[in-house]
């Protein structure tokens, strides 16, 4: 493993559209992108407000459909991505 390149983290979340557990996903991504050390890109279901949250804190973010176990354009960005770690959310 190289230790100069950080590591690529997917945060998958297909939650509601409101929540607790979708707040503190916007906090602990924007407090995880903040290290040099994790390259943190989050794919989440296309709620306007969490998207914007989300880039103005810094965070990649790709809003999807989540159509199906993750929908065809979801799994394309994913894969694209090459994360080496996938935490997913919410089921």
């Known amino acids: 493993m190289n ?3 950080p590591i690529r983290v997917a945060q998958v979340l297909a939650g509601a559209a ?3 557990a979708e ?3 916007v ?3 924007a407090g995880l992108s903040e290290r040099p050390e994790l ?3 989050a794919f989440i ?3 306007a407000h969490r998207l914007e949250a989300l880039r103005n804190r810094g965070v990649t973010t790709q809003g ?3 159509v199906g176990k993750l929908d065809v354009l979801g799994r394309r960005a994913l894969n694209a991505f ?3 770690v996938v935490m997913t959310w919410m089921n």
Request: hydrophobic fraction near 40%.
């Open 64 to 66: 999807f459909r989540f």
């Open 39 to 41: 390259d943190i890109h």
């Open 23 to 25: 707040n503190f996903f």
């Open 45 to 47: 279901r296309g709620h």
């Open 18 to 20: 409101v929540g607790a």
């Open 3 to 5: 230790t100069n390149t």
């Open 27 to 29: 906090r602990l991504l």
């Open 82 to 84: 090459e994360p080496e």
